[in-house]
C-alpha cells in the first residue's frame, strides 16, 4: 500500500534553516510528482510547491521563490522540503503529498510540526 | 487570503443537508480546472472526498457529493453525521501549475 512517512518534529531558531523528509513506498516513486503543503496552527492549507522526482524539476509557488527548495534521493524513494531564513511565522504543520496528472492529493503525509522560535 | 474563497464556517442539524460553496475566478476555476475537496478532522491530515468536481475515491459514502458551473464550485452533504464535523477545503489550479486552496469552511453538526 502507498505510504509516505515523513521526518520527525524540529523546533527552530529564527534565521535558521529545516529540512524535512518524505520517504515513499508502496509505488514507484519517480512515477508520481510531490507536493509539499503547509498548515500554520489553525490555519488552512498553503501550497507550497512540487518536485517531479523523476527529472528533479521544480515549481515553486511565487511566495516561496528563492526561499525554499525541494530535492529529491531517488536511491531511497525520499523527497525534502528545505526552507531557509526561517521565521515565527513559519511554525506549520509541513506536510508531503502525492501528486496525479488530475491534480489531487489522494496520499498525504502524516506531517511535520516545525516549531519556529528563540 | 485565498484566490478560492469559502464560506468561514456552515452548520447543520443532523440528517440535513448542508452545501460548501468554492468560489475561484476564470483563471483557475472558470479555466476549466477540476475542482478537488477535502476533509480534515482535528490533528490529522487532510483526506481526499471529491476529485474531478464529482468523483468519490472508494470508501467515501455516496452523502458526500460535489458539482462544478463556470466560476464556482460545490460540495453537498445530505444525512449529516455527527462524524461530519470537520473542516473542509476545496482545491484547484491555476494556469501557471500552481496549486491553489480555498480558505477551509468549518462544519458544525448542531
Known amino acids: 500500500q502507498v505510504q509516505l512517512v515523513q521526518s520527525g518534529a524540529e523546533v527552530k531558531k529564527p534565521g535558521a534553516s529545516v529540512k524535512v523528509s518524505c520517504k515513499a513506498s508502496?509505488?514507484?516513486?519517480?512515477?508520481?510528482?510531490m507536493h509539499w503543503v503547509r498548515q500554520a496552527p489553525g490555519q488552512g492549507l498553503e501550497w507550497m510547491g512540487w518536485?517531479?522526482?523523476?527529472?528533479?524539476?521544480?515549481n515553486y509557488a511565487q511566495k516561496f521563490q528563492g526561499w525554499v527548495t525541494m530535492t529529491r534521493d531517488t536511491s531511497i524513494s525520499t523527497a525534502y522540503m528545505e526552507l531557509s531564513r526561517l521565521r515565527s511565522d513559519d511554525t506549520a504543520v509541513y506536510y508531503c503529498?502525492?501528486?496525479?496528472?488530475?491534480?489531487?492529493?489522494?496520499?498525504w503525509g502524516q506531517g511535520t510540526l516545525v516549531t519556529v522560535s528563540s | 487570503q485565498s484566490v478560492l474563497t469559502q464560506p468561514p464556517s456552515v452548520s447543520g442539524a443532523p440528517g440535513q443537508r448542508v452545501t460548501i460553496s468554492c468560489t475561484g475566478s476564470?483563471?483557475?476555476?472558470?479555466?476549466?480546472?477540476?475542482v478537488h475537496w477535502y476533509q480534515q478532522l482535528p490533528g490529522t491530515a487532510p483526506k481526499l472526498l471529491i476529485y474531478?468536481?464529482?468523483n468519490r475515491p472508494s470508501g467515501v459514502p455516496d452523502r458526500f457529493s460535489g458539482s462544478k458551473s463556470g466560476t464556482s464550485a460545490s460540495l453537498a452533504i445530505t444525512g449529516l453525521q455527527a462524524e461530519d464535523e470537520a473542516d473542509y477545503y476545496c482545491q484547484s489550479y491555476d494556469s501557471s501549475l500552481s496549486a491553489l486552496f480555498g480558505g477551509g469552511t468549518k462544519l458544525t453538526v448542531l
Open positions: 508502496g509505488y514507484t516513486f519517480t512515477g508520481y510528482y
Open positions: 503529498a502525492r501528486g496525479v496528472t488530475r491534480g489531487y492529493y489522494l496520499y
Open positions: 474531478g468536481n464529482s
Open positions: 476564470s483563471s483557475n476555476i472558470g479555466a476549466g480546472y477540476d
Open positions: 518536485i517531479n522526482p523523476n527529472s528533479g524539476g521544480t
